[in-house]
């Protein structure tokens, strides 16, 4: 795949780390031109490597758009997404796909496990579709992240045979066990109660400060994003507001802020 | 309660209509030739003894219609659980929702069974006038209908009615608060009796060893009564392994499916083919059944075959019993392939429902980094799991049913056991086998492909 070139910055400064992510005027319009919905409006961002990001916002603010935007899932009507400096909006499926494949971890807020394979089975996926054998060394890798996220006991057990908390964590595993150069995370705690909750967040936080691993976290959720080194604010499309890392107070009201600002 | 609320729309039930009409169809051919033979039969015990002939030829047709249309109600409702919860959620009982769905799966299948006796009926009088423009038939007057056709009508309405009934009991079990969780919830585990599995084992086991000494009357000379035991051997054994079909299919189908390899399309193709080993059961059953048929009367007279050729006897008697042979053969294969036909008919909407189904499934898999050709060569893969064992599991037992039937007349007569191989029929049950996996696989492979990830996800 062809590497582009050097994606200016956002405030024109040259870089010495690249970003894993960068979004430069991404417009998304969904419906005919009568009955248009703009969902992201020129956003233009970039995502660190080796950090924990947070976007929050209300219902329909569009982060979610903004998510699929970034992992290739769905295309800008305008602008770039650019992923480890491959230009995502100029790719094909097919090509997005198998970047997709090496570069991106998912873990959804309904876990999306396979449910016909076993929880090891979930968590090696991505290499079997890359037709990948596990060397030596992605096997220990493997068998570390099952450890650490207390999955050793229930390697052979199904999705079905797991609790919320349990295939929560097998999703962790799967989106960490290729290395992707990004982990994207949509509403990772929404179905889950707050113990479990906060095991999964110390996790997210423990394979950015162990691994270096870059997540970007969708949440509306202040306690979640209080885990995060930086908030990003969007509200009707826009990005409202960039902070670094915050208490959950200091968060919750930026979030009324957002609503009030709406009234 | 409208039956309208239940059902998005009357294309999931077109399946049920296509069962019913080919039932309808077939049965009322059936009956209107048997019609016509006995009237220009002189022998007056000809007549009752087609009319047995037919009526064992159309229950094969209706157990096999009604398998098809079970496992048809099941899989649209289980694709549907969420709006029959919700439905529950606002207040609709459990056994109105149910006849709702039997009242409007009969109303299909009588529809269907309509149209269906309609066409038979031409169909009978266009082969009538054809046979006696050729001579092979008398000229004088037939019967253009019967009142017998009310028959074969009642008999799909009827079987239709319970299939729909034993079908819609999934809606019984969906707890109204799943219309909240707006999923469905996770996938039904049907245990098996422990004495399913012990009183199917012990029939199978009679029926073989009723076979066993069929193949020792047949070498020791008896020629009709050996046929008789056979037959009820085969009987005892096909019942047996049609009452354990829920334990043998799903592990012949795991077991073969291992040839498929172990990427991982293949791996999830495999495992998802036997996911619900009830469904599994019923979408290849019908399969098992026609082609196990086909094999053994083609089985059976090409070792019938085989045996006449060795013999040393003169030209003109060998030449007339391969002639009668090779003419009870190509009517009975003829008469007993519809049972596939509408068994295939049943396996290729199956397979199209539950990719439906897994709309999300495939979504994640596509999120995850499945490519297009990927997925589709899951749906294929996992349409050749089913299909390809369930045949090769008919043609096994055909060949072994066929040929001791044929040892258990002219055992006597031949060295050893003669094998009947029929080659030509192989041949054709293989090529059509290809052609089903086809088309099973090609509207759900096309649909799937087209899933976007972000749509299947968005449903959560």
């Not at chain 1, 909006?89 to 991106?104: G, I, W, Y």
């Not at chain 1, 969007?234 to 915050?246: K, L, N, S």
């Not at chain 2, 390899?261 to 290849?284: E, F, H, Y």
């Not at chain 2, 006597?412 to 192989?426: A, D, K, T």
């Amino acid at each position: 795949m062809a590497r582009g070139l050097p994606v200016p910055s956002v405030d024109g400064m040259t870089q010495t780390n690249p970003p894993v992510l960068s979004i430069r005027a991404a417009t998304k319009t969904y419906g005919t031109a009568t009955a248009q919905v703009t969902a992201l409006d020129s956003v233009s961002v970039d995502i660190d490597a080796g950090r924990f990001t947070a976007i929050m916002g209300p219902s329909g603010s569009g982060k979610t758009t903004l998510m699929n935007l970034a992992a290739g899932l769905d295309d800008p009507t305008s602008g770039e997404v650019w992923l480890d400096q491959h230009p995502l909006h100029s790719l094909t499926d097919e090509e997005r796909t198998v970047l997709r494949r090496t570069h991106v971890g998912f873990v959804f807020q309904a876990y999306n496990l396979v449910p016909t394979l076993t929880a090891y089975e979930n968590v090696v996926l991505p290499f079997d579709l890359a037709g990948r054998r596990l060397s030596s060394e992605d096997r220990a890798w493997v068998d570390r992240l099952m450890t650490e996220l207390g999955l050793e006991g229930r390697r052979d057990h199904r999705p079905s045979e797991l609790s919320g908390g349990q295939q929560q964590r097998v999703a962790i595993a799967r989106a960490l066990s290729s290395r992707p150069r990004i982990v994207i995370a949509d509403e990772p705690t929404g179905n889950l109660d707050t113990r479990s909750s906060r095991e999964v967040l110390d996790l997210l936080r423990s394979a950015v400060d162990d691994y270096g691993q870059a997540i970007a976290m969708v949440s509306h959720d202040p306690v979640a994003a209080s885990y995060a080194d930086r908030i990003l604010l969007i509200a009707d499309g826009r990005i409202v507001g960039d902070h670094e890392r915050c208490t959950p107070e200091e968060i919750a009201t930026l979030l009324i802020g957002l609503e009030v600002g709406a009234a | 309660m409208k039956a309208s609320l239940v059902f998005g729309s009357q294309r999931q039930l077109t399946t049920i209509a296509v069962v019913a009409g080919i039932c309808g169809a077939y049965a009322s051919l059936l009956v209107m030739l048997s019609d016509v033979l006995a009237t220009n039969s002189d022998a007056s015990g000809f007549g009752a003894i087609l009319a047995v002939v037919a009526m064992v030829f159309i229950g094969v047709a209706l157990y096999v219609s009604s398998v098809v249309i079970v496992n048809c109600v099941d899989t649209v409702l289980t694709g549907m659980m969420t709006r029959i919860a919700l439905l529950r959620l606002l207040g609709a009982s459990a056994t109105a929702l149910r006849s709702a769905v039997t009242r409007r799966t009969t109303a299909v299948a009588a529809a269907g069974s309509l149209a269906g006796v309609a066409v038979g009926t031409v169909a009978a009088s266009v082969l009538r006038i054809t046979m006696v423009e050729h001579g092979a038939l008398r000229r004088m007057g037939y019967p253009v209908v019967s009142i017998w056709l009310v028959a074969p009508f009642l008999a799909v309405v009827l079987t239709t009615f319970a299939a729909g009934r034993v079908g819609a009991r999934g809606v019984l079990r969906v707890p109204p608060a799943a219309g909240m969780l707006g999923a469905a919830t996770g996938h039904v585990v049907t245990t098996t009796p422990p004495v399913r599995a012990r009183l199917s084992t012990a029939v199978i086991g009679t029926g073989a060893a009723v076979l066993l000494v069929s193949a020792w009357i047949g070498e020791d000379g008896g020629t009709a009564l050996g046929l008789l035991v056979a037959f009820f051997g085969a009987a005892a054994l096909g019942s047996g392994l049609l009452y354990g079909a829920r334990l043998v299919i799903p592990a012949v189908v795991a077991g073969l499916g291992r040839l498929l390899g172990d990427s991982a399309p293949s791996r999830i193709a495999r495992r998802n083919a036997v996911t619900n080993p009830l469904r599994t059961t019923r979408s290849t059953m019908g399969l098992v059944i026609g082609v196990t048929l086909v094999t053994t009367f083609a089985s059976g007279a090409d070792a019938l075959r085989r045996s006449v050729d060795s013999w040393t006897t003169s030209e003109a008697n060998r030449r007339d019993a391969l002639s009668v042979l090779t003419t009870m053969t190509t009517i009975l294969v003829v008469v007993i392939v519809f049972s596939a036909v509408i068994a295939a008919v049943g396996f290729v909407s199956t397979m199209s429902l539950t990719v439906i189904e897994r709309t999300r499934e495939i979504g994640v898999l596509r999120a995850l980094g499945f490519t297009g050709t990927q997925v589709r060569q899951m749906i294929v893969r996992e349409a050749m799991a089913l299909a390809c064992s369930a045949i090769a599991f008919g043609i096994a037992l055909g060949l072994l049913l066929g040929s001791v039937g044929a040892q258990s007349i002219v055992g006597s007569h031949n060295h050893g056991f003669v094998w009947g191989r029929p080659w030509l029929v192989l041949g054709t049950i293989v090529v059509a086998a290809a052609a089903l996996v086809m088309i099973a696989s090609l509207a759900p492979a096309r649909r799937a492909i087209r899933v976007s990830p972000v749509e299947a996800l968005r449903t959560a």
